[in-house]
Structures are given as structure tokens and as C-alpha cells.
């Protein structure tokens, strides 16, 4: 047991309930946006605080000042192809809120971000490959999993899905995938009706969703 009991929201903007259930609680949180934990009576917000907070909570951060700093890199090498993937995919100059306005002159070129985007996605799936040769980022054993394993998973979850050519590049990252989904409690979850009627990558609005 990880001893959290956290009020963590399942993608609480796609649905007329859950954005009104993310507004209300707007306001009362440290920068109000999304996402955001309640654990107790601690609010964290921003993908990067939630996730280092949930690492520490629940044994995921390495102690070890070396592992901690690859751990680091690998995050933020995710954080960056995950805002190049969203540039890819969500015109930035369409008003997506109600009363925004929208640009009368920019133009979004999807299929020339999207070809520059694999081009990206390639060349630090070779990199990150190296990183993965033992299995688990720091190790071969179950034991040796970090917070950064699961970041790198749930994105390139994705970008397979995006960019599945890609991945041709990197062998030993696919096995490390597969190696997580075979994780206690991970196949359970993706098998579990939850997981099955919420899963999406991006939302509607975007120029390419699933």
C-alpha cells in the first residue's frame, strides 16, 4: 500500500460533469491548472510537482545523487517530445475556450511539424535506448524501478501510437515497455474497464487523437 489516499482526477475536462467539477475546485489550488493532486491536506498542481511528489511518497526517487540526476535528464527529455508532440497535434492559433480569440493569420502546417516531430522522436529514441540496455532505466530488477520509467512509458505510449515507425530505432526501449506493462498492477489496470473507457490521447479538438 502506498499509504496515499488522494483525490486524483480522470480526465476531468472531457466530460460537462468534470469540467464542472475542475472549476470549482480552480480556484482553490496552488495556480489552478491542470492536473492536480489532493493528498490530505496537501494540493500539488503541474504535471512535473505531481509526479516528483508521488515518486517520494511511494518509494520512486532515487537517493543515489547519480541516479537522481539521470533520472532528471530522462524526465525532462519527455516533457520536451511531449510539448513538441502537443504543437504537433493542436493548432495554436484556433480559440479553443469560449471567448478566446482566435488568430485571422496564423496557420497551422501539421504535416511539416508531424515530419519534423518524427524526425525528433527518432533521434532520441536512439539516445534513449542506450540509457534502457539493462531493462528498467537504472537497473535489470523490478527493484530498481524509478518515477522516470513511468513518465517515459505513458509518453511513449503515445507517441507509438503516433509514430509507431519510430520505434524501430530503439529495441531495447520496446523491451523496457513491455517489460512495464508486465509490471503487478499495470496489466490489470490497462484490462480494466476504467482504464478502457477513459483512454484517449488528446482530445477532440486536436489534429490527431485516439
Given at each position: 500500500s502506498s499509504g496515499i489516499n488522494a483525490e486524483w482526477p480522470l480526465r476531468p475536462g472531457m466530460s460537462?460533469?468534470?469540467?464542472?467539477?475542475?472549476m470549482s475546485?480552480?480556484?482553490?489550488?496552488?495556480?489552478?491548472?491542470?492536473?492536480?493532486?489532493?493528498?490530505g491536506d496537501v494540493q500539488v498542481t503541474q504535471s512535473a510537482a505531481v509526479a516528483r511528489?508521488?515518486?517520494?511518497?511511494?518509494?520512486?526517487?532515487?537517493?543515489?545523487?547519480?541516479?537522481?540526476?539521470?533520472?532528471?535528464?530522462?524526465?525532462?527529455?519527455?516533457?520536451d517530445l511531449k510539448l513538441r508532440m502537443s504543437i504537433t497535434c493542436y493548432d495554436p492559433?484556433?480559440?479553443?475556450?469560449?471567448g478566446a480569440p482566435a488568430s485571422e493569420i496564423g496557420k497551422h502546417d501539421y504535416d511539416f511539424l508531424k515530419a519534423a516531430f518524427e524526425k525528433r522522436l527518432r533521434?532520441?529514441?536512439?539516445?534513449?535506448?542506450?540509457?534502457?540496455?539493462?531493462g528498467f532505466l537504472l537497473g535489470s530488477d523490478e527493484s530498481k524501478i524509478c518515477y522516470a520509467d513511468f513518465l517515459?512509458?505513458?509518453?511513449?505510449?503515445?507517441?507509438?501510437a503516433f509514430c509507431p515507425e519510430c520505434f524501430e530505432v530503439a529495441p531495447n526501449f520496446v523491451r523496457f515497455m513491455g517489460l512495464f506493462e508486465g509490471l503487478k498492477g499495470v496489466k490489470e489496470?490497462?484490462?480494466g474497464e476504467v482504464y478502457k473507457a477513459g483512454q484517449y490521447i488528446n482530445s477532440p479538438m486536436a489534429k490527431w487523437a485516439k
Open positions: 460537462e460533469d468534470g469540467f464542472k467539477t475542475w475546485r480552480k480556484d482553490g489550488l496552488p495556480l489552478g491548472n491542470l492536473p492536480y493532486l489532493v493528498d511528489y508521488l515518486a517520494r511518497r511511494i518509494g520512486l526517487m532515487p537517493s543515489d545523487e547519480k541516479d537522481l540526476t539521470l533520472c532528471e535528464m530522462v524526465e525532462q527529455e519527455v516533457y492559433y484556433k480559440s479553443y475556450m469560449p533521434e532520441r529514441l536512439e539516445q534513449l535506448d542506450k540509457l534502457y540496455e539493462k517515459a512509458y505513458e509518453f511513449m505510449d503515445h507517441a507509438r489496470w490497462q484490462n
